[in-house]
T-cell receptor, first 110, second 119 residues
Framework: QKEVEQDPGPLSVPEGAIVSLNCTYSNSAFQYFMWYRQYSRKGPELLMYTYSSGNKEDGRFTAQVDKSSKYISLFIRDSQPSDSATYLCAMGRSYGKLTFGQGTILTVHP | GAGVSQSPSNKVTEKGKDVELRCDPISGHTALYWYRQSLGQGLEFLIYFQGNSAPDKSGLPSDRFSAERTGGSVSTLTIQRTQQEDSAVYLC?????????????????FGPGTRLTVL
């Protein structure tokens, strides 16, 4: 079993929809959690990071962490076609390597 | 400012050949990482350099893979005797750790990657 599980999708939604992306993990040593967005043939770019349970909001994006359930989510409100990309969850124990989920391919159609 | 750069952007090689991939991190970043992304897979950690400390090589898949970082800046990932299963996108990231106090984060900034194809 992988340390981080993420549904690869693909996920297709209409413009304006609320998108929910999720990851589960098995290693309780993970201390901080990130979401990256990756456009085709580009490197991942950091969207959100958090290190505590609860919600963190940034514009249309909300990251949610539930350490007791080992579950993290990313919500995208009022989704736009420009949000179409692969979304990767990532987790770290301290400084050093990140462990990534497989990535979810999202398409937002007009 | 300039981000992480990688070269070449694409590399096609024949099975059995050696390849070298280069990464230029963000200036001032003391930590440098290599990851591999295969088709339909998430990013797989390969190696991590932090300052003058011994690198964390725990992710290297075989002894055909090696990496070095010269002068605490540029890094080269070398794959010897390439195999078809080495075909992937190789991504480099750099960061500037904020310290060891609780709550610090190590935000990693990624380059565009090198797409390696082994025929």
């Amino acid at each position: 079993q992988k340390e981080v599980e993420q549904d690869p999708g693909p996920l297709s939604v209409p413009e304006g929809a609320i998108v929910s992306l999720n990851c589960t993990y098995s290693n309780s040593a993970f201390q901080y959690f990130m979401w990256y967005r990756q456009y085709s043939r580009k490197g991942p770019e950091l969207l959100m990071y958090t290190y505590s349970s609860g919600n963190k909001e940034d514009g249309r994006f909300t990251a949610q962490v539930d350490k007791s359930s080992k579950y993290i989510s990313l919500f995208i409100r009022d989704s736009q076609p420009s949000d179409s990309a692969t979304y990767l969850c990532a987790m770290g124990r301290s400084y050093g390597k990140l462990t990534f989920g497989q990535g979810t391919i999202l398409t937002v159609h007009p | 400012g300039a981000g992480v750069s990688q070269s070449p952007s694409n590399k096609v090689t024949e099975k059995g050949k050696d390849v070298e991939l280069r990464c230029d991190p963000i200036s001032g970043h003391t930590a440098l990482y290599w990851y591999r992304q295969s088709l339909g897979q998430g990013l797989e950690f390969l190696i991590y350099f932090q300052g003058n400390s011994a690198p964390d090589k725990s992710g290297l898949p075989s002894d055909r893979f090696s990496a070095e970082r010269t002068g605490g800046s540029v890094s080269t990932l070398t794959i010897q005797r390439t195999q078809q299963e080495d075909s992937a996108v190789y991504l480099c990231a750099s960061s500037h750790p904020r310290g060891t106090s609780g709550g610090g984060t190590d935000t990693q900034y990624f380059g565009p990657g090198t797409r390696l194809t082994v025929l």
